[in-house]
């Protein structure tokens, strides 16, 4: 269906390379949402049944990133071809020389940081509206474009494990299953989180609670669950500085949610760490889409 | 044993992360052959026996790489940990800022495009010595350095692939297979190995003859013999232009020198391509290194 629909979306094949009997590819296209012409890749299995849904999983990556990082380093597609699961990649902020970036072009606010809210504060809040890109516009997009399956799983690194976490605790009906790497599970209270809170969301804290991992498994965990799976590296520089995983897995414990939460000594924040353990995320992911 | 001899080399770590439960490392030391500090990167698989020597692979990466591409990229970690493979990744020409470049710094000529050869012209031959670099001084410090068997299986991409092969028929008592993706096998006769021969060995063909596999092979081929694996896209944009693969085929089928070459359809020269064939190179070279 790629290419018929270019018009409607303005989607734009970038590049196209055969990997593991599948497809690599990247796409550009406006948004809407953002304001700004963005770039996102995915990996198409091998298709066995052109009128089979694919099962598709979403991934978030994390400060710093691109769409390509993914893609590039972390082995995904040999296991995503095997189970025939379509891997969407999309990038970390809106991007463009109109779009703001910090003040000093710092690597945790701005552009490549958009943490997967969305912006109310000045001078932000007119392109950084990544929680709606990802929730809304690049899902429609992807349905348009590609078959695929209703529900989709969900799943990131650090910044992006905050994403894919806070996306599916807030949509539980729209993902079957989320997991994360080394995920900011509680920003509001650590230097990452509150500094892009107070640029994208202003001052009043009771307004970063919908972008917490933490608040919102209190709010939502105990009527709804997903499955949830996050591996966390002992020798994570970012550990217990930048809260991650750790405090999500004491809410769960508390609450009595359900949630695998594994730790790797030795292990630390880096795409060798990813790379280590994407196929058993892809395994986990692969039970639920395809129960569907 | 790495640290203890560090006065000695040089050697020093610059990082180590945890990779499919062995560590992925990168090293600088001094290089007396190339009169410049050198990086290479290593990964070093989950050791069950301190006591056995290591088999080990060098892979030697393609025009425009460092020691970090394929280890970031080819997804090699996996099948390596599972065999007990050292992985050897050195950099692909001298480094620094007194090291000569090509005037209008282009890609294919100078940093990052040493081709493996000793070069004989100004300004390259008092640092652009890569093939005694990777026959002789990298094997000697890493044998120096950690436990390895005495013969080591080679690989590389492209101009690493090139590489490899040259080096592997020239010195097939030192290594135990050789293997590669998109060779360039014939540079004599092609423009990427005209301009590099033209420039660090000088016009005298004679002169390109030690570094062009295909001659090697008609040299060497009826005499001795190593094992050959050669993966090649047939969607690779340099396949016919710069003399991919296909010409030592031809040789090797004349000469009834047995390696096994295979092409596949709609891969192309990327690293989409080599990360989707690395584990059966890995794999062969598994059965020639256990051999020892």
Known sequence: MVGTAAETTGLAELSANKCFGGWQKRYSHKSNVLKCDMQFSVFIPPISDPNEKLPA??????????????????????????????????????????IPDA??????????????????????????QMYDYIVEELPALIKKEFRVKEKAAIAGHSMGGHGALTIALSNMKQYCSVSAFAPIVNPSDCQWGQKAFNNYLGENQKDWEAYDSCMLM???????????????????????????????????????????????????????????????????????????
């Not at 710092?106 to 007119?126: C, I, K, M, S």
């Not at 105990?222 to 996050?230: E, G, N, Y």
């Open 57 to 98: 999983l979403y991934w978030l990556s994390g400060l710093t990133c691109t769409d390509e990082n993914f893609s590039a380093k972390a082995g995904a597609q040999r296991v995503a071809a095997e189970l025939g699961i379509m891997l969407i990649m999309p990038d970390t902020s809106p991007r463009g020389d109109h």
């Open 103 to 128: 003040a000093d072009a710092a690597y945790d606010l701005g552009l490549g940081a958009g943490f997967y809210v969305n912006a109310t504060q000045e001078p932000w809040h007119n392109h950084y």
């Open 218 to 292: 209190r709010q939502q965990g105990k009527f709804l669950h997903i499955p949830m799976l996050v591996d966390q590296g002992l020798d994570d520089n970012f550990f217990h500085t930048q809260k991650l995983t750790k405090p999500l897995e004491e809410v769960a414990l508390e609450l009595g949610y359900e949630a695998e939460f594994r730790y790797h000594a030795g292990y630390d924040h880096s795409y060798f760490f990813i790379a280590s353990f994407i196929e058993s995320h892809l395994r986990f992911h692969a039970e639920h889409l395809l129960k569907q």
